[in-house]
Nanobody
């Protein structure tokens, strides 16, 4: 059974940095696409960033230039380095693993709150 556990969320001030981690268990992350999504209070879940097995990344326009996704296959871990945080980055952040056959797995989320 695949499990994803996020960590690293918390309360920070605008302009601060934070790094989120997502550890996968139950299968290797090799061969998968990994992604971060977020759900701001009262809003729908939205895409933040994705990273393929080769390291190629895609970002939402709202975080481009501020957030960096990375992966460590040896540690079976996905990271999200978040810099220059803004109050509008406040959300529950979820990691997602997409298997080669298209099956998605989700973590339970970690809350990031950015105060102004």
């Amino acid at each position: 059974q695949v499990q994803l556990v996020e960590s690293g969320g918390g309360l920070v001030q605008a302009g601060d940095s934070l790094t989120l981690s997502c550890v996968a268990s139950g299968r290797t992350v090799s061969g998968t696409t990994l992604a971060w999504f977020r759900q701001p209070p009262g809003k729908e879940r939205e895409f933040v960033a994705s990273i393929g097995e080769s390291g190629g990344t895609t970002y939402a326009d709202s975080v481009k230039g501020r957030f960096t996704a990375s992966r460590d296959s040896a540690e079976n871990t996905l990271y999200l380095q978040m810099n220059s945080l803004k109050p509008e980055d406040t959300a529950v952040y979820y990691c997602m693993l997409l298997t080669p056959d298209g099956t998605p797995y989700w973590g339970t989320g970690t809350l990031v709150t950015v105060s102004s």
